[in-house]
């Protein structure tokens, strides 16, 4: 059974920072592309970012970059995301995800809800003014 677990989810202040931590099992890890998603009330789930698997490569959300940073470590089956100059439209409901769809080849775009296979159960980050 595969389980995305995260944690690290709290209150902030804007220009502050939170890290976010997304613990794997059930499933190989290193062979999977994990991203990073959020919603806000009232608003669809949106990309935040994502890293590859056989790379590292990363990508994020126009709205996050050279704010966040997305990092994995293998042995720990748990990806991470650094989030800092925070400001209070990050504020959202944070949900890690797993896929191992070829994300950012043959036209499968990271930002493809749908392509991601798993789902972790989320953590509110709220950021205050």
């Known amino acids: 059974q595969v389980q995305l677990v995260e944690s690290g989810g709290g209150l902030a202040q804007a220009g502050g920072s939170l890290r976010l931590s997304c613990a794997a099992s059930g499933l190989t890890f290193s062979r999977y592309t994990m991203g990073w998603f959020r919603q806000a009330p009232g608003k669809e789930r949106e990309f935040v970012a994502a890293?590859?698997?056989?790379?590292?490569?990363?990508n994020y959300a126009d709205s996050v970059k050279g704010r966040f940073t997305i990092s994995r470590d293998d042995a720990k089956n748990t990806t991470y995301l650094q989030m800092n100059s925070l400001k209070p439209e990050d504020t959202a409901v944070y949900y890690c995800a797993a896929t191992r769809s070829p994300l950012g080849y043959f036209g499968i775009r990271y930002e493809d809800r749908g392509k991601y296979q798993y789902w972790g159960q989320g953590t509110q980050g709220t950021v205050s003014s």
């Open positions: 890293i590859t698997w056989n790379d590292d490569r990363a």
